[in-house]
């Protein structure tokens, strides 16, 4: 733990560099000096009385998010929650219970497994190169009890796409067929693996999947990507030494007489006093199914909902992850152009965090 002393030489050491730098304004540089000045005289004065008395700089919040980390530690892989453990973890937590008391109730949430979470990050590494592959996944349909069908186009990608799902225990191919091709004898040619890469990308390969794993390949179909981002952000802030909340899969809905929206959020935290709010999304064309509209519609709500009823403004940190290989940046970009919503890559995340949470 710093001494205050400590603490008010860090603030003074960040003055100075702030005023040596050459954009600086003479009048504000020499502000910047004066305060660094008063705060050395104060620094002074506080180390005289540490020498003598124990200054407690604790945060008291911390305790209480400490005590909300256990209770979501021991809640419940991939269940939502008795109403009772709900309302203990709001009480618990400085978030949930500032939500509270702003007239918005927790109605659930949803925690993944330590395998869930090992799994997303296999995919989250990869997912430049299983893009297309977590595409055609998400367009197959029910074969017979087990299975799943549907089509892939033939790239190296998707090779190794499905050469993952055989070694993860998601599923294994049974039978593929290569679309519109037959053997000499006229009957439909069987297609393996291997051939992925001796067609060409147009050509597709009809593919019935056995299923493994059902939870996995429900992963797959988009959810995969909440527990990447929330790992993200969780791994960053440990390996900082923050103190902070955060969860996945928070519904909520608004009392009647502020609107009485429900909704929920993917991943929904408290870093310092900031509130970080993120929907994930994946699938190709987003924007064309509105789904960029609907969170620009849920976050308005929320926002404005919680300045009618709140005396201090928090201050929420809204984002849109998504999957560039799949959708246009820059189109996600114009529609969320002054919603205060921020569209992110998986791979800005982290560099997010550290940009404008941690700063």
Not at 74 to 80: Q, S, T, V
Not at 315 to 321: G, I, P, Q, R, T
Request: with cysteine.
């Amino acid at each position: 733990m710093l001494l205050p002393s400590a603490l008010l030489r860090e603030v003074k050491a960040i003055l100075e560099r702030n005023a040596g730098k050459a954009a600086v304004a003479p009048k504000l540089k020499d502000s910047l000096l004066a305060m660094a000045g008063e705060l050395d005289g104060i620094a002074v004065r506080l180390t005289a009385v540490e020498d003598s008395i124990v200054l407690d700089s604790d945060d008291p919040e911390k305790a209480r998010i400490a005590r909300a980390a256990q209770l979501w530690k021991g809640w419940p892989a991939n269940a939502p929650g008795a109403k009772a453990k709900i309302d203990l973890l709001v009480q618990a937590s400085p978030l949930l219970d500032s939500l509270f008391r702003r007239a918005i109730d927790i109605n659930g949430m949803r925690k993944f497994s330590v395998q869930d979470f090992g799994f997303a990050i296999r995919i989250g590494d990869d997912y430049e190169q299983f893009s297309t592959g977590l595409r055609d996944i998400r367009r197959m349909t029910d074969g017979k009890e087990g299975e799943k069908k549907g089509s892939f186009k033939c790239s190296d990608d998707n090779r190794a796409f499905i050469a993952f799902l055989k070694s993860a225990g998601v599923a294994e191919p049974g039978l593929m067929l290569l679309n519109g091709e037959r053997n000499a004898n006229g009957e439909k040619k069987h297609f393996k693996l291997e051939w992925f890469s001796d067609h060409p990308p147009d050509r597709s390969v009809f593919t019935v999947l056995k299923m493994k794993s059902a939870a996995r390949f429900r992963l797959l179909q988009g959810e995969w990507l909440t527990a990447y981002v929330y790992q993200i952000i969780d791994d960053h802030l440990r390996r900082n030494r923050e103190s902070f909340e955060l969860y996945t899969d928070v519904s909520y809905r608004m009392r009647g007489d502020i609107g009485g929206v429900a909704g929920d959020f993917d991943v929904l935290g408290k870093v310092r006093s900031r509130v970080v709010c993120v929907e994930c999304k994946t699938g190709f064309a987003i924007a064309e199914r509105n789904t960029v509209q609907a969170v620009i519609d849920k976050t308005t709500a929320l926002r404005a909902a919680v300045d009618a009823v709140s005396q201090e403004k928090m201050a929420f940190h809204f984002y849109l992850v998504f999957d560039p290989h799949q959708n246009d940046e820059d189109e996600i970009a114009a529609l969320l152009n002054g919603t205060g919503i921020i569209p992110l890559r998986p791979d800005q995340v982290r560099a997010e965090i550290v940009a404008n949470i941690l700063s």
